[in-house]
């Protein structure tokens, strides 16, 4: 079944495969990392890892982002050797074991690094997720048009290390539009197909609370912009400033706020905790009019 915002367009990722967006997707993460805020440890073994990955498959994520470098505010980069020490050993077993088992699912790669995203393209992933938007390391803008995946243009200010120092912006809507309309023109006429672009606004990355609120209220703005919507809320600390809220507390408004967003057009959402989005996605479509996930 399609969704209220329907006319939202098909995202092209590595190999000319369309994700259709006219009905809302999971994107399960794997954190590969000592450090993640939400499970920091727990999937460092590759083994481990993959085991991760093929349960988040079996709760209904249709993609899987793994990632080697905690994002979180205040983290500290990672060498490029550490990441992908961490990274491609997960991608690569990943790669084999849904080969088998689950050809339809997406590999994704977080990562700001050009080299780490180039080495887990070519081990299987189809996705790069970039939280710099080709910033931090221009040589990312190469790999992406010799490889032509599909590609999460995240907006963010400064770095995790400094991100949430004070960040202040006139009018958050505008700024991150604008933001958005001058990293893809860099990316087209870097050689990036348009239609392989899909936008975040970086919830939690570089905002105060008020930030995220208003970009969360007004989301539905961006799709002017003429690209699908990812967002990732799942447990963000924000919910503490609204709520008061600690990380084991944060499940229910995480939902509530999955099906709001998801009536504003929000069609990727990337989460911990894939079996609960799968089940209020699926609850909301069959309120919604019918027909499932």
Same mark, same amino acid.
């Given at each position: 079944?399609?969704?209220?915002?329907?006319?939202?367009?098909?995202?092209?990722?590595?190999?000319?495969?369309?994700?259709?967006?006219?009905?809302?997707?999971?994107?399960?993460?794997?954190?590969?990392?000592?450090?993640?805020?939400?499970?920091?440890?727990?999937?460092?073994?590759?083994?481990?890892?993959?085991?991760?990955?093929?349960?988040?498959?079996?709760?209904?994520?249709?993609?899987?982002?793994?990632?080697?470098?905690?994002?979180? &505010? /205040?983290?500290?980069?990672?060498?490029?050797? =550490?990441?992908?020490? !961490?990274? +491609?050993?997960?991608?690569?077993? *990943?790669?084999?074991?849904?080969?088998?088992?689950?050809?339809?699912?997406?590999?994704?790669?977080?990562?700001?690094?050009?080299?780490?995203?180039?080495?887990?393209?070519?081990?299987?992933?189809?996705?790069?997720?970039?939280?710099?938007?080709?910033?931090?390391?221009?040589?990312?803008?190469?790999?992406?048009?010799?490889?032509?995946?599909?590609?999460?243009?995240?907006?963010?200010?400064?770095?995790?290390?400094?991100?949430?120092?004070?960040?202040?912006?006139?009018?958050?809507?505008?700024?991150?539009?604008?933001?958005?309309?001058?990293?893809?023109?860099?990316?087209?006429?870097?050689?990036?197909?348009?239609?392989?672009?899909?936008?975040? &606004? /970086?919830?939690?990355?570089?905002?105060?609370? =008020?930030?995220?609120? !208003?970009? +969360?209220?007004?989301?539905?703005? *961006?799709?002017?912009?003429?690209?699908?919507?990812?967002?990732?809320?799942?447990?963000?600390?924000?919910?503490?400033?609204?709520?008061?809220?600690?990380?084991?507390?944060?499940?229910?408004?995480?939902?509530?706020?999955?099906?709001?967003?998801?009536?504003?057009?929000?069609?990727?959402?990337?989460?911990?905790?894939?079996?609960?989005?799968?089940?209020?996605?699926?609850?909301?479509?069959?309120?919604?009019?019918?027909?499932?996930?």
């Amino acid at each position: 079944m399609d969704l209220p915002v329907n006319s939202v367009p098909a995202w092209r990722i590595k190999g000319e495969r369309f994700l259709n967006m006219n009905h809302p997707l999971i994107m399960g993460v794997i954190n590969c990392t000592p450090d993640s805020f939400y499970d920091g440890g727990r999937h460092r073994h590759p083994d481990e890892a993959v085991r991760r990955g093929l349960e988040l498959v079996s709760e209904g994520a249709l993609i899987l982002d793994v990632g080697g470098e905690s994002t979180r &505010p /205040g983290a500290l980069p990672v060498t490029r050797e =550490e990441e992908l020490e !961490r990274v +491609l050993p997960v991608m690569q077993r *990943l790669s084999a074991a849904l080969e088998q088992s689950h050809p339809e699912v997406v590999l994704s790669v977080d990562t700001t690094k050009a080299e780490v995203a180039a080495m887990a393209l070519a081990a299987g992933a189809a996705v790069v997720n970039d939280i710099s938007a080709c910033r931090f390391d221009p040589g990312l803008l190469d790999v992406l048009r010799q490889y032509q995946p599909g590609y999460v243009l995240m907006h963010a200010l400064g770095t995790p290390a400094t991100m949430q120092s004070n960040p202040y912006y006139e009018n958050v809507l505008d700024e991150v539009r604008r933001f958005f309309e001058q990293r893809m023109n860099v990316l087209v006429q870097s050689g990036l197909s348009e239609d392989a672009i899909i936008l975040d &606004p /970086g919830i939690g990355f570089g905002k105060l609370l =008020e930030h995220n609120l !208003r970009l +969360l209220r007004n989301i539905d703005d *961006l799709l002017q912009l003429g690209r699908p919507l990812l967002v990732g809320i799942s447990n963000k600390s924000f919910w503490k400033g609204l709520l008061g809220l600690e990380l084991e507390e944060r499940g229910s408004v995480t939902q509530v706020a999955t099906a709001l967003l998801t009536v504003k057009g929000v069609r990727v959402h990337r989460v911990h905790d894939v079996l609960e989005t799968q089940r209020t996605l699926r609850v909301f479509q069959e309120l919604s009019g019918g027909g499932s996930c």
